[in-house]
């Protein structure tokens, strides 16, 4: 499936789905970098679909569900997200106070809703079946929260506490089974009832949040240190690389380039992603929280490796440096990845469990997503703690991704020669 260049549309699914669950993505705890930080939410998706199986007609043929965690690690996700858009019946939305203040679940719920208005919907909002997740603030009345309170009208604990909490406390577990089929009932009465079939849905990052499209972002800074396909020489494969630091994939089977999964990590826990390139000492834009990913190859001759240096010399505490191995990791990644351990270590920046495991490296795709948004998380404490004042400016509309002036004006790149011992 391929956006539209015309309609900034996506085109659906050729199999429709019962349901789309949309969520505030969790901060990942420090220290626990593999405890998933939305399994509640995994688990009742899971539930939720088991229970959806059990009650539809085999004429229909449609799939359950979807839930974003599930999306191939190397697959093109913007897409895939776009395609389960098209295709669901119904829009499930788990309230929570994150859900109202995040920009991707704003922009779930509009990209749907066009869908709806596009197909001529009478009454678009009768297919949105809402879940109370996590109680809201006593002033915040959203469209929806009475057919949300309904779901678990036979049960008071889901009202006072959200269904999160009958889900993780075994004594609401009945509670929780009782609303999870009243759930599932709603959602294939109206697909069966009602049956839309996929359509096209607007261009996700164009879309503006239903709920709060003033609201101002945190800007979150994706730094990549990168050779480019003209400085790709022996040892490692041309297409790894393109004709910018922006192209890079390290690693085998990659839809999108690397750069394109951490800005992904990003807007999942509501920054604005600003990518930019290494380029001459003081030009990054350390004032704002952010990872710096590095290839080994980077440091293969003298003049890129002082660049490495002057450069790392120079990051704050709330920018992380990140040691991306590729794979398969062979003898000269592996010598220039200890030349560039050697520089971070003598900078005195690996002061953390989650910074030695960035130095460490990742060797796949999957250890990549996994460690990302630990380091988001670090990094947004390090600048809490740590980095300047700024200003709050409201920022309206979708989310851009913002370009910096790295990226518009690459500096050369360093040769993958061996440089001279």
Not at 189 to 195: D, F, K, L, N, W
Not at 292 to 309: C, H, M
Request: hydrophobic letters at 40%; a neutral charge; aromatic letters at 10%.
């Amino acid at each position: 499936m391929i956006p539209d260049r015309e309609t900034g549309r996506t085109g659906p699914d050729r199999k429709g789905r019962y349901f789309y669950l949309s969520y505030a993505h969790s901060v990942p705890l420090s220290g626990n970098p593999h405890v998933p930080p939305d399994e509640w939410v995994a688990q009742l998706f899971y539930d939720l679909s088991g229970a959806v199986r059990e009650r539809a007609s085999p004429r229909f043929q449609l799939a359950p569900g979807f839930f974003d965690q599930e999306i191939p690690l190397d697959s093109n996700w913007k897409a895939v997200r776009s395609q389960a858009l098209a295709a669901a019946e119904v829009f499930v939305p788990l309230y929570s106070p994150s859900y109202f203040a995040r920009s991707l679940p704003g922009r779930e719920w509009a990209c749907f809703q066009q869908r709806l208005v596009h197909a001529e919907v009478a009454d678009p909002l009768q297919r949105f079946v809402p879940v109370l997740w996590i109680p809201l603030p006593g002033n915040l009345d959203r469209r929806g929260m009475r057919e949300a309170l309904d779901l678990g009208a036979a049960e008071p604990a889901y009202a006072e506490n959200g269904l999160r909490a009958l889900l993780r406390l075994m004594p609401y577990r009945p509670a929780y089974r009782q609303v999870v089929s009243r759930l599932a009932a709603r959602i294939v009465e109206i697909a069966e009832s009602r049956p839309l079939g996929p359509s096209i849905v607007p261009d996700i990052d164009e879309a503006k949040s239903a709920f709060n499209p003033e609201a101002a972002a945190s800007v979150f800074a994706v730094t990549v240190a990168a050779p480019v396909t003209r400085a790709a020489l022996a040892g490692r494969e041309p297409a790894d690389y393109g004709a910018n630091a922006s192209d890079w994939r390290p690693f085998p089977g990659q839809a999108l380039p690397l750069v394109e999964y951490a800005v992904r990590v990003a807007e999942e826990l509501n920054f604005a992603a600003l990518v930019t390139f290494m380029a001459v000492p003081g030009d990054p834009p350390h004032d704002r929280p952010g990872v710096f990913l590095i290839d080994p190859w980077i440091a293969a001759d003298e003049k890129g490796l002082r660049s490495l240096i002057s450069c790392i010399q120079g990051l704050p505490s709330w920018v992380l440096p990140l040691l991306i191995l590729g794979s398969p990791v062979d003898a000269k990644t592996a010598d220039y990845a200890e030349r560039v351990r050697s520089v971070l270590a003598s900078t005195g920046m690996v002061n953390s469990e989650t910074s030695r495991l960035a130095m460490v490296g990742v060797g796949s795709l999957e250890h990549f997503v996994t460690l990302m948004p630990l380091l988001a998380a670090e990094a947004e404490r390090q600048y809490l703690r740590h980095g300047p004042i700024r200003p709050t400016t409201a920022r309206p509309g979708p989310r851009p991704r913002l370009v910096g002036s790295w990226y518009a004006n690459p500096a050369p790149q360093p040769s993958r020669e061996k440089p001279d011992d």
